[in-house]
């Protein structure tokens, strides 16, 4: 007995595990360097896994198709590709389609259930051997409350309690004659509805998600996600918003899945973000269950690929309301979990022998119209280099391909004298096409003095000159990190100051591009 009982001790130690989030680190990448692609997104634990997915906007810039994700310890991301072929024949080939996607998984079938929302044609329904597919979609879509015949299914949630599978969704209202000339243009409305057994479809019988007032706040309500707190119903939701940089943040909990519901704002803002989800995490030394408020941070605008997460746990009263959201700016949050079981993945960006820091706080610049950028470093090891990689983002309308360069140099005072020559180690040109909306990595190969010894001063050239300007990320050094960022004004090509002594090339201070190097 007691032999099994240390066993037992010792796996639920081996499982425990802290991950720590942050309000200013909101751009996740995957252990390959590529930022994670997966807007409107959910994180779920499936099999000893955690598993993010959502819509891609690298291909298009604007929604189309749906990757995933999967961790086990909610810091190194594996990519695990697309649920669906998005090229195929499929109810989500335009683009746009099939954005909040969410998967259930339904034990009487040992299957996956995926549900999209394709916009005007409704709810897609599909379905899966694995949470990273392939899914293969039924051939109708999913019904809902014949009331809302007329109006439009837009956002919603699926989730399961037991053996029941239940959906939240809004109905758009595009016709309502209070619309205004500015604002609001459009009305929706939150609603509950029981799923099928085979959570394939609704009952058709829904009941509303609304507080007793139905004011404003709850006609413009979406991205929903609903989940169960000490025998209470909470949704999360937000306030009408066409990817903006923030919006109200919801929270209407219930002791019954059919109301009344109390409503509360938890935040003004959302700490410029707009929630997609609420992800439990368990510990498995006490039991406890923090829930953690899961948001898309994007720049608003047409970048939408920009977008990054923003998790934070939310703290419960005893009466089961919630405080507000934590937006200070340097706020942190670390909570305990259940790691997953497996290996934690490794990827090209933690194994390079020179990076820049993987959770540092990035944030996209888009300055190539302007400044020809140098990167440089030291090597912090002998060996042969294979390549550069660097985290870019066009825009597909670029005329001006965008050129890189990794070099070898002696020392910053002679990079940036005049006439001098550094020693080139690689070039590589790309046209906007070749490039996705989103900072995927881009490489540069390492074609002639490939050798280098530890110390050795090693730069990379960025440049670009377009109207529309490539976009790169940059993060705040430390004033001994190594990393230093030199720039030129674009057309600058002579000295300057007063006593013209001053190069055109100098640095900017305190900041580095993202990049890692890649050894043999």
């Avoid at 009982?5 to 796996?11: D, F, G, N, T």
């Avoid at 994700?69 to 190194?76: A, F, M, P, T």
């Avoid at 022998?353 to 990167?375: N, R």
């Amino acid at each position: 007995m007691k032999t099994a009982l240390l066993s037992l001790a010792l796996a639920v130690l081996s499982q425990a595990a802290q991950v720590t989030f942050s309000n200013t680190r909101r751009l996740l990448f995957d252990v390959d360097g590529n930022q994670i692609d997966a807007y409107g997104s959910k994180v779920q634990l499936f099999n000893g896994s955690y598993y993010l997915y959502g819509n891609s906007f690298a291909i298009e810039g604007v929604a189309f198709g749906i990757k995933s994700y999967s961790s086990v310890d909610l810091e190194h991301w594996q990519y695990e590709g697309f649920l669906f072929d998005p090229y195929g024949n499929n109810p989500c080939a335009a683009a746009g389609g099939c954005g909040r996607p969410h998967i259930v998984y339904n034990s009487n079938s040992s299957s996956y259930v995926l549900w999209a929302n394709a916009g005007s044609s409704g709810y897609q329904v599909a379905i899966g051997a694995s949470p990273t597919g392939p899914f293969t979609f039924l051939n109708t879509t999913a019904a809902i409350d014949p009331q809302f015949d007329g109006l439009q299914p837009a956002d919603f949630t699926v989730e399961t309690f037991g053996n029941k599978g239940y959906i939240v969704f809004s109905a758009l209202n595009f016709v309502s004659p209070l619309a205004g000339s500015i604002w609001p243009p459009i009305f929706q409305t939150l609603h509950i509805s029981e799923l099928t057994d085979d959570f394939t479809n609704t009952t058709q019988v829904s009941y509303p998600v609304s507080s007793n007032i139905t004011d404003l706040i709850d006609q413009e309500t979406e991205s929903p996600d609903i989940f169960m707190r000490h025998g209470k119903y909470y949704v999360a939701a937000s306030n009408t918003c066409g990817y903006c940089n923030g919006s109200i943040g919801l929270l209407y909990r219930s002791d019954s899945i059919q109301g009344p519901w109390t409503r509360q704002i938890i935040s003004g803002y959302s700490c410029e973000g707009q929630v997609e989800g609420v992800l439990p995490l368990k510990d498995p030394r006490t039991g406890a269950i923090t829930d953690v408020w899961h948001s898309t941070s994007v720049p608003g605008g047409p970048r939408t690929g920009f977008g990054g997460h923003i998790f934070q746990p939310l703290r419960f009263g005893a009466d089961g309301s919630v405080e507000d959201l934590d937006c200070s700016p340097d706020a942190t949050f670390s909570v305990d979990f259940a790691r997953g079981s497996g290996a934690v993945a490794i990827g090209a960006a933690i194994t390079a022998g020179d990076a820049t820091p993987p959770l540092a706080v990035y944030t996209p610049v888009c300055d190539s119209d302007q400044f020809d950028l140098f990167q440089t470093w030291t090597a912090s090891k002998a060996g042969l280099l294979e390549s550069v990689s660097v985290n870019i983002a066009a825009a597909g309308v670029q005329a001006v391909p965008l050129a890189l360069t990794v070099f070898k140099f002696a020392s910053l005072a002679d990079l940036v004298a005049p006439e001098y020559k550094w020693t080139a180690l690689g070039t590589a040109s790309y046209n906007a096409s070749e490039l996705s909306f989103v900072f995927n990595t881009t490489s540069v190969p390492i074609t002639s003095n490939a050798t280098v010894s530890a110390g050795d001063l090693l730069g990379l050239s960025i440049s670009g000159s377009d109207f529309a300007p490539y976009c790169h990320l940059e993060f705040d050094v430390g004033e001994q990190s190594g990393f230093k960022l030199l720039q030129r004004g674009a057309g600058q090509n002579s000295l300057r100051g007063l006593k013209g002594k001053t190069s055109p090339v100098y640095e900017r201070i305190g900041k580095s591009v993202k990049f890692f190097a890649t050894y043999a």
